[in-house]
């Protein structure tokens, strides 16, 4: 059972374009979504996150957007730069009461590609 | 910045033989992971572990995995028996409270 379902599987944007991603979950226990941003050879790294108490988090150039009660959520990369070029995932978990191990369930994978 | 360090890089192996990956996770945290990747794939969990026992694991940990933490500071992820289908990154992760952090991976090729 794929907990969290991500698209597109690839991106392509122009420079200074926006780059939107999306992620939609399956079990309402989830309470925390980060977004993690991968670059070849290296481990995911956090971007950004979000809990569901709120429907949109901005940092810098990205943006999650929170759906609850469709069980989606999104990034958005602002005036996106060729150095964002990367492959994101989308992930999910339950961290009620920020107690206990509560596993990340990753989305497949958005390959990002920012053009000059 | 702390960060989570793995060792080796990069493992080749003898199918059938037993591999032992380590990793360093941040001093102050207190729950530890391990992940893996198939290239080109998603992340995936294999198993948690907090306060020096398995908290979970997935269906991918079976028996020919174990994992430990020998000396508090150290975590290692051993595969008894190694396959072909073990090739993959494998992702050390730790956390204290909410965020998690990866480190840079092990390559472990099985040939």
């Known amino acids: 059972q794929q907990q969290v379902k991500q698209s597109p599987q690839s991106l392509i944007v122009q420079k200074g374009g926006i780059s939107i991603i999306n992620c939609a979950y399956e079990?309402?226990?989830?309470?925390?979504f980060p977004w993690y941003q991968q670059f070849p050879g290296k481990g995911p790294a956090l971007l950004i996150a979000?809990?569901?108490?709120?429907s949109e988090k901005k940092e810098g150039r990205f943006t999650i957007s929170f759906n609850k009660s469709a069980k989606q959520f999104s990034l958005h990369i602002m005036d996106s730069q060729p150095g964002d070029s990367a492959t994101y995932f989308c992930?999910?978990?339950?961290?009620?009461?920020?107690?206990?191990?509560?596993?990340?369930?990753f989305g497949t994978g958005t390959r990002l590609t920012v053009i000059p | 910045e702390p960060e989570v360090t793995q060792t080796p890089s990069h493992q080749v192996t003898q199918m059938g033989q037993e591999v032992i990956l380590r990793c360093v996770p941040i001093?102050?945290?207190?729950?530890f992971y391990w992940y893996r990747q198939i290239l080109g794939q998603k992340v995936e969990f294999l198993v948690s572990?907090?306060?020096?026992?398995?908290?979970?694991k997935s269906e991918i940990f079976d028996d020919q995995f174990s994992v430990e933490r020998p000396d508090g500071s150290n975590f290692t992820l051993k595969i008894r028996s190694t396959k072909l289908e073990d090739s993959a990154m494998y992702f050390c992760?730790?956390?204290?409270?909410?965020?998690?952090?990866f480190g840079q991976g092990t390559r472990l090729t099985v040939v």
């Open positions: 992760a730790s956390k204290r409270v909410i965020e998690a952090f």
């Open positions: 079990n309402t226990a989830f309470d925390y």
């Open positions: 979000i809990r569901p108490d709120v």
């Open positions: 992930a999910a978990s339950k961290n009620r009461d920020q107690t206990g191990a509560n596993n990340l369930f």
């Open positions: 001093s102050n945290h207190l729950y």
């Open positions: 572990f907090y306060n020096n026992e398995i908290s979970e």
